[in-house]
T-cell receptor, first 107, second 116 residues
Framework: EDQVTQSPEALRLQEGESSSLNCSYT??????LFWYRQDPGKGPEFLFT???AGEEKEKERLKATLTKKESFLHITAPKPEDSATYLC????????FGSGTKLNVKP | GAVVSQHPSRVICKSGTSVKIECRSL??????MFWYRQFPKQSLMLMAT?????????EQGVEKDKFLINHASLTLSTLTVTSAHPEDSSFYIC????????????FGPGTRLTVT
């Protein structure tokens, strides 16, 4: 059973078209939910950590939110350079990674 | 801050040889480091957890005698792929938990291993 599910698998947006990525999880006793950005052929780059429901964090055009069973990564007015795979991970007794959402922003 | 390096970034080796990959936390101490493997278009697969000064903990299905991990200091962990085979070809990524941070992992840039 997958512990972490990300949707959609892939997302194509026009530049400036805002959208959200979803990360849902089934583990209980969450000790943190993490968002990463990964460019092809590179290691993941840390974006955010969220610890409790209702928490929100922002960085430039990205905003991450957390509820009891899912997290959203909102992308406002994306630019082509935001194109990447976005991974979420949850920590229970260890880290569980989702399969990622591949975002493609067209100019 | 929170920079993790890996060396080499790419390596090609012949079947039967061994390859060592280094993972260093450059500006912080890491009592715990992780080693992942990533297949094309797939997510990260945790191979093992490396703790400084003690034996690594391997995930189910990962051969500890094939993937040797040594975490000799608070800034260095190494992964040695022994008697490599073509099926070991993959992208290997390490990460480090920053000491004092709440479970924030910082990843290295990855090592592309090709076994011929």
């Amino acid at each position: 059973e997958d512990q972490v599910t990300q949707s959609p698998e892939a997302l194509r947006l026009q530049e400036g078209e805002s959208s959200s990525l979803n990360c849902s999880y089934t583990v209980s006793g969450l000790r943190g939910l993490f968002w990463y950005r990964q460019d092809p052929g590179k290691g993941p780059e840390f974006l955010f950590t969220l610890y409790s429901a209702g928490e929100e964090k922002e960085k430039e055009r990205l905003k991450a939110t957390l509820t009891k069973k899912e997290s959203f990564l909102h992308i406002t007015a994306p630019k082509p350079e935001d194109s990447a795979t976005y991974l979420c991970a949850v920590r229970f007794n260890k880290f569980y990674f989702g399969s990622g959402t591949k975002l493609n922003v067209k100019p | 801050g929170a920079v993790v390096s890996q060396h080499p970034s790419r390596v090609i080796c012949k079947s039967g040889t061994s390859v060592k990959i280094e993972c260093r936390s450059l500006d912080f101490q890491a009592t715990t480091m992780f080693w992942y493997r990533q297949f094309p278009k797939q997510s990260l697969m945790l191979m093992a957890t490396s703790n400084e000064g003690s034996k690594a903990t391997y995930e189910q299905g990962v051969e500890k005698d094939k993937f040797l991990i040594n975490h000799a200091s608070l800034t260095l962990s190494t992964l040695t792929v022994t008697s490599a085979h073509p099926e070991d070809s993959s992208f290997y990524i390490c990460s480090a938990l920053r000491f004092g941070a709440n479970y924030e992992q910082y990843f290295g840039p990855g090592t592309r291993l090709t076994v011929t």
